[in-house]
């Protein structure tokens, strides 16, 4: 088992753990598994909510901070980040697009979605969130049997719950001006927002500004600074490591405690959730092909008249299999830069300078994945996200996307930082966990494409492309663990 790759055994928990989940269902052992099998997902939860925090911060602070002098960067520099930001908003905006048509999270049984919903608005009341679409299903009394059946309160409890929920969110809308939103991401006190995951807005803006700053200030003054936050970013990116390294275990207890919840001892509600976990997968697959092969080769057909749509492909083809197989865009960066500069035609100016920002802040795959994920998950509990609350999830998504580590799963730690910014309960990611490695692979080919699209741009722009057709596209790449 040591030399087994890491996400083999992932894959290999998340299978027991599925088997463990139908077991569970078939012999009635629903409440051993609650007890005695999904607190451990609960601390692989904890654990990664510890991590995420800081890893967005300082990640953030790091990215902005290590672009460089402001005024050397100039227009190159400009231009590069706001290509890199469309390019991240226009995927999050096709994600949310299929997620709407199609509607994964609606496609499956709709008394499984009640006892979905019921269980989110005890949850909800329980951790002091507001219910988001001000529906409260714990006001019918109809509903109140059912709600007993799958949580251990009482009917008392239940209807305060309902009736609290109520006027705390009478209370806040009368609250709200306009441009509440915008008041809303400027914190008072950042430690406050710090130990509050719902402010998570709040934290990006902080590690931006802060960034900024950096950059503003001699590099005497800010090397020392600089220092300590990469250094203790590499930290974090340790903690990641080693929380993954027990991952298949955690994995396993996560999904069959998850699945446990939602279905209890009923077989059939086990197969429903996989029928969405289906939908949910070909949605967000056929978003990450769209970007792939449509997107970007329409984008470089725009702006590129060089470049064609066979000749971009082939000569990429080295960098997107690695990335496919390693879903790492920072593992992938130096066969990315080779086939840039030898079979496009990019300058090493343009290519060392603009695919190493990339491989941090552009993270298209994982910001479409992200809002299709998290839109999912709110059908699947029947929460109708409002197009504000949708907007938020595309500022958080493409904010968090900033900070998202360019390392294998890395966009499932920040996902918990979506999910949080929107009200909605982040142990969700277990019913999305058992696709996710797959999933990840294709996300990374999306970031690694688009890095070589906006890089090609760039150069273009500033008359340093020599793109010429290469027979046999450099392939002799090796990387090294």
Not at 239 to 257: E, I, K, R, S, Y
Not at 417 to 426: E, H, R, T, Y
Request: one cysteine or more; charged letters at 15%; hydrophobic letters at 50%.
């Amino acid at each position: 088992m040591k030399k087994l790759a890491l996400h083999w055994k992932i894959i290999i928990g998340m299978v027991l753990g599925i088997i463990w989940a139908l077991l569970s269902s078939t012999m009635g052992w629903s409440a051993f598994t609650i007890n005695w099998i999904d607190p451990f997902g609960t601390i692989f939860i904890n654990l990664l909510k510890l991590i995420a925090v800081p890893l967005v911060l300082f990640s953030i602070i790091s990215g902005v901070a290590n672009i460089g002098d402001p005024k050397s960067l100039g227009r190159m520099g400009g231009k590069t980040l706001l290509i890199y930001l469309m390019t991240t908003v226009f995927a999050i905006g096709i994600g949310l697009v299929l997620v709407n048509v199609i509607k994964p999270g609606k496609l499956i049984d709709e008394q499984s979605r009640i006892d979905n919903r019921i269980s989110y608005e005890i949850w909800a009341s329980e951790q002091g969130y507001e219910i988001k679409d001000g529906i409260n299903y714990l006001q019918d009394p109809d509903f109140f049997e059912r709600a007993q059946e799958i949580s251990e309160l009482t009917k008392s409890e239940l209807k305060e719950a309902s009736v609290s929920d109520k006027l705390e969110t009478a209370d806040k809308r009368k609250e709200t001006t306009p441009l509440q939103p915008l008041i809303d991401i400027v914190p008072d006190n950042f430690f406050y927002s710090l130990s509050n995951n719902g402010l998570m807005l709040q934290i990006i803006f902080f590690a931006i500004f802060f960034g900024v700053c950096l950059l503003f200030i001699p590099s005497d003054k800010s090397k020392p600074v600089l220092s300590f936050v990469d250094g203790t970013l590499e930290v974090f990116l340790k903690m990641v490591d080693l929380v993954m390294q027990a991952a298949p275990f955690f994995v396993f207890a996560l999904l069959a405690g998850v699945v446990s919840k939602m279905a209890g001892d009923d077989i059939g509600k086990v197969i429903e959730i996989f029928k969405g976990l289906s939908w949910y997968s070909l949605t967000v697959l056929g978003g990450l092909l769209l970007m792939i092969f449509v997107i970007y080769p329409l984008v470089l057909k725009i702006f590129v008249k060089k470049i064609p749509y066979k000749g971009f492909f082939k000569g990429m083809g080295p960098a997107q299999t690695l990335a496919f197989s390693t879903s790492s865009s920072a593992a992938t960066l130096p066969v990315t830069m080779e086939c840039v500069e030898n079979n496009l035609g990019v300058d090493k100016k343009i290519s060392s300078f603009v695919l190493p920002i990339g491989a941090t802040v552009n993270m298209d795959g994982t910001s479409l994945y992200q809002a299709i994920a998290v839109v999912f998950l709110a059908q699947m509990h029947m929460i109708d996200l409002t197009i504000g609350q949708q907007l938020i999830v595309v500022m958080t998504a493409t904010l968090a996307s900033i900070g998202s580590a360019a390392v294998p799963s890395a966009g499932l730690v920040m996902l918990i930082i979506v999910l949080d910014s929107v009200g909605l309960n982040p142990a969700w990611i277990a019913i999305i966990f058992p696709v996710d490695r797959i999933l990840d692979m294709f996300r990374t080919v999306v970031n690694v494409t688009g890095d070589a699209t906006v890089s090609s741009i760039i150069a273009d722009g500033e008359g340093m492309l020599n793109y010429r057709d290469v027979e046999s596209p450099s392939e002799t790449f090796e990387i090294k663990e």
